[in-house]
C-alpha cells in the first residue's frame, strides 16, 4: 500500500506499515531507521557531532526533568478491552477548523542543520509526505516562506519567540499569516535560556555562530535593526587580538548564513551585527498577560500558548482568550527538576474543561504513549526529538519514518485496547493510578 494510501484509510495505517516493513525484510532490507527507540537515539548519537548531540538531546541542569519526562509514563498502565468491533478505526481530529489524518504535529525544533544539511527542507518534505502540521521554528535554519514552499499544501503552524523589538514581532505574525499558517504558537518558557549543561560544557551556543537565525536575517524588521548596529559600530580603540581558529571558524559560520556571498560577507560588518543584534533582541523577560491582548490585536490567528504547567496559568490562558494551550517543560531544556509535561496534563485539562484544546509535548517516545497522553486529556501531541534523530540518520525519509512508526503503533495500539477512533480514548483506558 502506498503512503497516499496509507493516509486516506486511517484504520489500515498500523497494519499497512508493519507488513511493509516485513515484506521488505523478505528481501533483506530493514527499516530505513530503527523502530526500537532506544535504537533510534543510539543510532543518531552515533551520527551526531558532539556539539549537535548536546544541544537536541541535552536538558537543564542535572537533566532530571528529562527523565522526569519519562517517568511520568511509566507510571500510567493501559488497560485493553475486548471483543470490540476495530475492525474499522479512525486517527484523526479536528485543530482549528482543519481535519488532521492523526493526532501528530511536528514539534518547532531550531538550528535543525545540526542533525542534517537539508534541515528544515527535510523536515518539510516528510511532513508533506504524511499531511502533519510542521510548526514552523523562530530559530529555524530556513526562512519560514522557503520552508512554506517546501510544504506545499501542507499544514503548517508558526512559532513565536517573542522579541524584545515589536517591529520585529509584528513582522513574524505578519510573515506567518502570509505563509498560510492555522495557529500561531507563542513559547513562553524560554524568554531566557536554561542552564543547559551539555552545550556550555562544550561552550556552544549555535546563535553566537549564526547558526539558527535565518528567521531573522530573513526579516525586515531585524535588517533594519542590524544596519543601524553596522552603521553605528565605533572602530576598536585597541588591536583586536590575534584571531584562534576556532574565531575564525565562526566569523566564517556568520558570513556563510548570512543572505549573500559569503565572499563579500567576510568583509561586511553585517553578518557579526546580526548575531549581535540577534542576542540582544531573541526574547523578552519582561512579558506579562497583558501583553496578549496587543498579540491578539496584531493576528487573527489562532493563539496557542506553549509551555503552561501550572494550572493557574491555564486559567488565566482561559481568562485571557487563547484558542489552545500546549503542556510542555520545553522537553526539559529550560528548569532543572520541574513536574514532568505528562503528570501537569490532567490538572491543567481539568481547568480547561473542554473550552479550548489543550496538547501535549515533552516525553513522547512511542505510539502508546500518544495513547497515554490522549488518556489524560490531550487533543493532540507535539513530537520533537524523535524525528529529529530520524533526521539525522536518513533525512527527509528518516523523519517521516519515525512519525510514520509513531503513527502505526498509535494506530495498533487503539485497535489491540479496543478503541475505535482518538474520541474514545478517556481516562477509563488507563489503570486507576
Not at 272 to 296: G, K, Y
Not at 399 to 414: C, F, K, N, P
Request: proline share 6%; net charge neutral.
Amino acid at each position: 500500500m502506498s503512503d497516499d494510501a496509507d493516509r486516506r484509510t486511517a484504520a489500515a495505517v498500523g497494519r499497512a506499515v508493519q507488513s511493509r516493513i516485513y515484506r521488505a525484510g523478505v528481501f533483506g532490507r530493514r527499516p530505513v531507521v530503527p523502530v526500537e527507540p532506544e535504537a533510534l537515539e543510539t543510532a543518531a548519537r552515533a551520527r551526531m557531532s558532539d556539539v549537535a548531540w548536546a544541544y537536541v538531546a541535552g536538558g537543564a541542569g542535572r537533566q532530571r526533568t528529562v527523565q522526569a519526562n519519562r517517568d511520568a509514563f511509566d507510571r500510567h498502565r493501559i488497560v485493553p478491552r475486548m471483543l470490540v468491533d476495530v475492525e474499522q478505526r479512525d486517527t484523526s481530529v479536528e485543530l482549528f477548523g482543519r481535519r488532521l489524518p492523526a493526532p501528530l504535529l511536528f514539534a518547532p525544533i531550531g538550528v535543525l542543520e545540526l542533525a542534517h544539511r537539508d534541515a528544515d527542507h527535510a523536515v518539510a518534505r516528510a511532513a508533506r509526505a504524511l499531511d502533519l502540521p510542521m510548526v514552523i521554528s523562530s530559530q529555524a535554519s530556513v526562512p519560514m516562506e522557503a520552508v512554506a514552499r517546501t510544504l506545499g499544501d501542507a499544514p503548517r503552524w508558526f512559532q513565536l519567540y517573542w522579541s524584545k523589538d515589536d517591529d520585529v514581532v509584528d513582522s513574524f505574525v505578519s510573515r506567518a499569516e502570509d505563509i498560510g499558517s492555522d495557529a500561531l504558537v507563542v513559547t513562553l518558557d524560554t524568554h531566557v535560556l536554561g542552564w543547559r549543561t551539555r552545550d556550555l560544557d562544550l561552550a556552544y551556543l549555535p546563535f553566537a555562530r549564526g547558526e539558527g537565525i535565518a528567521q531573522y536575517t530573513s526579516d525586515p524588521a531585524f535588517r533594519r535593526l542590524v544596519e543601524a548596529r553596522a552603521a553605528t559600530r565605533a572602530p576598536a580603540d585597541e588591536p583586536a587580538p590575534r584571531p584562534t581558529p576556532a574565531a575564525v571558524r565562526a566569523l566564517h559560520s556568520m558570513a556563510s548564513h548570512y543572505p549573500g556571498r559569503t565572499r563579500d560577507n567576510l568583509r561586511s560588518p553585517l553578518p557579526r551585527a546580526a548575531v549581535e543584534t540577534f542576542l540582544d533582541v531573541f526574547s523578552r523577560s519582561s512579558l506579562t498577560w497583558a501583553d496578549l491582548a496587543r498579540l491578539r490585536e496584531r493576528t487573527s490567528l489562532p493563539i496557542v500558548l506553549k509551555g503552561i504547567q501550572h494550572p493557574g496559568d491555564a486559567a488565566l490562558a482561559l481568562e485571557h482568550g487563547v484558542d489552545g494551550i500546549v503542556v510542555s517543560n520545553h522537553g526539559g531544556r529550560q528548569v532543572d527538576g520541574a513536574i514532568g509535561s505528562l503528570d501537569a496534563l490532567p490538572t491543567v485539562v481539568e481547568v480547561v474543561g473542554g473550552r479550548i484544546p489543550v496538547l501535549f509535548d515533552s516525553g513522547i517516545r512511542s505510539g502508546a504513549d500518544v495513547v497515554t497522553a490522549l488518556a489524560l486529556g490531550a487533543t493532540a501531541v507535539l513530537v520533537g526529538r524523535p524525528w529529529v534523530y530520524g533526521l539525522a540518520l536518513a533525512g527527509a525519509e528518516g523523519a517521516r519514518a519515525v512519525m510514520q512508526h509513531l503513527w502505526a503503533e498509535l494506530d495498533l495500539t487503539m485497535a489491540l485496547s479496543g478503541v475505535r477512533c482518538v474520541d474514545e480514548i478517556g481516562r477509563d483506558l488507563l489503570a486507576p493510578a
